[in-house]
């Protein structure tokens, strides 16, 4: 039988009808975008006719982006100039020549959010925490994230200077050679060789791995290093997430799932279009086996997703102090005709009971806190200390010396220096063998994160204030050589008059007005007159 369509008369009324109304929409949205750019335009073709020099277009554009952008408060949004693209393609592929170190702009500054594995930052003393006051001698603040790491990549081989200020302040300048990035995500707990060490407790299989970063390849090869732990009898994991700056969603949910048998992990919920929720499955499920993750104030975005659904799901018990609250999406899109790329913010990540990881200035919670009873804090100077001696047992060395297969019961805390390990170890041990989780501490997560943040803010305001008097001191020097040569200062702009007042007087002494300074700024108010301030 043949089955043949017919449209009728009344059904092509209806598809005109429906054309009709949707194109005059689709204009109207379209003369809406056009209407936005109307004075932008109108100021362009102004200044470019009549300013007293000739424009510089390319600045004028870029000028008029960076404030699109900077509107939007995003750290995370940004625009890569086309002569910056390539370094940042090569950035974001994991195939680029540099100093081996994740970064993030905080309060203007570029800072360190951890050094790679066998990078030149780490071998040449980069810490994470670490602040990069200047690169090649010019200063850090309020440049973007690309524009740094446009300067600290470059050819392989070459040499780049940068000055740091570590956590304890001591302020160091460095002299890194660059190479290619080849990073090793998944370790141990310290070197035999080239090989690594992951046994804590040989009686009862704990054993322990340290995740630095999230790229295509970290759950492969996770997920070798468990299988061959299982088969020699695992009884318990510490999986290391401190200082992990994050990387791609697929390898964060394929990490969860690797451990969760069956359930949400995280959900992406975009500002346009339908939430995406990401479930585990059954297959390819490890074996369960009693968990521990450690988090701290660098464990980011992928590390945030891992930790919070393993905690969710009653997989883990949380170890550490509150993670940094990196819980946003970005998309990476080319512009038209090769004018650049756009890396911009399109959704918010939602652990599987509905908390937002982001962190914004008018939150409380963010991130992932610790089990009640396992928030374990340290100071700056102990996560330093322990910093700098899991450094000494990652280096690869030739020796003829042995080295055990598993680390004696007291090794952590006698040559790691580090007691958020030490305790989640304990912890483990007493679960393996007891059965139960027995808190450690009686710490509230929240409260340390505040407590923290402002003690570090205060810091901050301490080492500003010393800026400023060293400033002053600068100042008070350059007047006082130039009253020593005969020169009299320029007016300052920065004497405060305010609510002091100003006479005028006329070419006869006499008094025309008196006027109040509302400003503290004498020049703005003499500007305001339509007077400048006279030359002596």
Known sequence: MEFKRVIGPALILVLLATLLIQLPLAIADRSSDYEWFDPIVDVRRILMDRYVEEPDEETMQQAMIDAMIEALDDPYTQFIPPAATQEFNKQLHGTYAGIG?????????????????DSPALRGGVMAGDTVLEIEGESTFELGVAECVERLTGEIGTPVTIRVRHLDGVEEDLTLVRQRIVTETVKGVRRDGEAWIYCLDSEIGVNYIRVTQFNANTVEELRKVLDDLHSEGMGGLILDLRDNPGGGLPAAVGMADLFIGEGVIVSVRPRVGEEIVYRSRAEGTLPETPMVVLVNGNSASASEIVAGALQQAGRAKVVGTRSFGKGSVQEVRGLSYGSGTLKFTTAHYYLPNGHNLHRTPSRDAWGVDP???????????????????????????ESDDPVDSCVPQDWVRENLRDEQLAVAVDALRERVVTGTWTPVTEEDGGELAFSQELRRASAARVRLLGDLRRLDDRIRDMRTRSEATGRTPVLSDEVDLTDATIAITDEAGATVGTFRVESGDLRRALEALSLTPLEK
Do not use: Q
């Open 371 to 397: 089990d009640s009873g396992f928030v374990v804090p340290i100071t700056d100077e102990e996560y330093l200390e322990a910093f700098r001696a899991r450094r000494e047992f990652e280096i690869i060395r």
């Open 101 to 117: 170190a994740e970064v993030n702009i905080v309060d203007g500054y570029l800072v360190i959010v951890s050094p790679m594995d």
